[in-house]
């Protein structure tokens, strides 16, 4: 296994790897960019089928967050952990504060929240034994976990989506499907459902969309089929990768936007995307709602300042990048990474409400 040779290390500055006997963690902490600050992500347990599956994609996933960081315009750096075990079973209250441990071992170079298999009831466990960690309500004032913020973003990047491709100001029975209904597919549900939406979605946990389907109305989807469906927006809420050379000339949707981490394949996907007549908004672009609010929350500000600068994102930058691609002839992957980069490159700061 190679590690500053792996196609995904990307000029990282740390990968940490630590286990913990006596509660079997087994966990990576990757940074890969402090220019703006000590880098924030979130963790997430996976059941990877192998060490390099979980190499590959903390690695993956903490080049996001810098990407993510500078293009909202946060003062953080990018970072994220995983912790290699079945959530449903393997997850136990040592084995998060032993998780809770290792982030002091890093001195609060990198923060924690949570990610896919890690929830807010987690995150406080992990917060038994370190400061550095956020995302959860006994550290702020009536703000908690950042899924719905995430999903609130990925709402207004819908709308973004929807004015700009078809030409339509509001999302009544605009027909969107969602690969995931969990902590974010599920509230993106709701919400859209709120304004008329028409939702299908799908679950690879039976449980989970059963309770999608009960309690919002959604109409259930195999989930080998969710992709392909003939809807207006395909919003993918699960595991990375999704939107790839076999993926993307089956789709239907003439837009995609939702919270995945790592959506496209590789870079040539946007490309593919944009040749297919399909507009993709950036996913670490329109999913960075639970960034900002996690952001805000650690470093002390309120409720209000985190929906205006996730509202800033869904109304000058996502309609800033598709204008600047269609103009460009670029994707639209291409033009928010050339704009991150910039940002993170520069090292320059920004002025916020926080910290
Ligand atoms: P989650 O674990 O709560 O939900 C993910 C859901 O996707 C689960 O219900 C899982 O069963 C389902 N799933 C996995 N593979 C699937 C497949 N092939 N088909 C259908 N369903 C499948 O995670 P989450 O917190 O809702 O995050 C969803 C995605 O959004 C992840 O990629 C995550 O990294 C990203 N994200 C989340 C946040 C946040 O605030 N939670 C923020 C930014 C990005």
Not at 36 to 54: I, T
Not at 103 to 113: F, H, K, R, V
Request: net charge negative; glycine share 10%; aromatic share 8%.
């Amino acid at each position: 296994m190679s590690v500053f040779s792996h196609p995904e290390f990307d000029g990282h500055e740390k990968l940490v790897f630590h286990h913990d006997r006596s509660s079997g963690l087994k966990a990576i902490v990757a940074i890969h960019n402090t220019n703006l600050g000590n880098a924030l992500g979130g963790c997430r347990m996976w059941n990877y089928a192998s060490d390099d599956e979980a190499i590959a994609d903390v690695l993956r996933l903490s080049k996001g967050m810098t990407y993510k960081a500078a293009i909202t315009g946060l003062n953080i750096g990018g970072g994220k952990s995983v912790i290699i075990g079945n959530p449903r079973r393997d997850k136990t209250p040592e084995l998060l504060r032993a998780m809770g441990r290792f982030m002091n071992s890093l001195n609060g170079e990198y923060i924690t929240a949570e990610d896919v298999g890690i929830y807010e009831e987690d995150v406080k466990v992990i917060a038994s034994e370190t400061e550095y960690v956020t995302g959860f309500d006994s550290n702020s004032v009536g703000i908690n976990g950042p899924s719905p913020y995430t999903a609130y973003g990925v709402f207004r990047g819908i709308e973004a989506a929807v004015r700009f491709r078809l030409g339509r100001n509001n999302l009544k029975g605009i027909r969107v499907a969602i690969q995931g209904v969990g902590k974010v597919g599920f509230e993106l549900a709701q919400l859209l459902i709120n304004v008329g939406a028409e939702v299908s979605a799908a679950d690879i946990f039976t449980d989970s969309l059963e309770r999608a389907v009960r309690e919002l109305g959604v109409i259930p989807v195999p989930a080998d089929q969710i992709l392909y469906q003939q809807v207006d927006v395909l919003a993918p809420c699960a595991m990375g990768a999704t939107l790839n050379k076999e993926t993307i000339p089956q789709l239907k949707a003439r837009i995609v936007a939702g919270s995945a981490n790592n959506q496209l394949g590789d870079r040539s996907d946007g490309e593919r995307l944009t040749e297919a007549g399909i507009l993709y908004v950036p996913d670490y672009v329109i999913n960075a709602g639970g960034l900002i609010k996690v952001y805000y929350q650690y470093f002390g500000a309120d409720r209000q300042e985190v929906i205006r600068h996730i509202d800033q994102i869904a109304e000058e930058t996502l309609p800033r990048i598709f204008s600047v691609a269609r103009e460009l002839r670029k994707p639209t992957s291409v033009i928010a990474d050339e704009l991150a980069r910039e940002r993170f490159m520069s090292g320059e700061l920004a002025q916020t409400d926080a910290a």
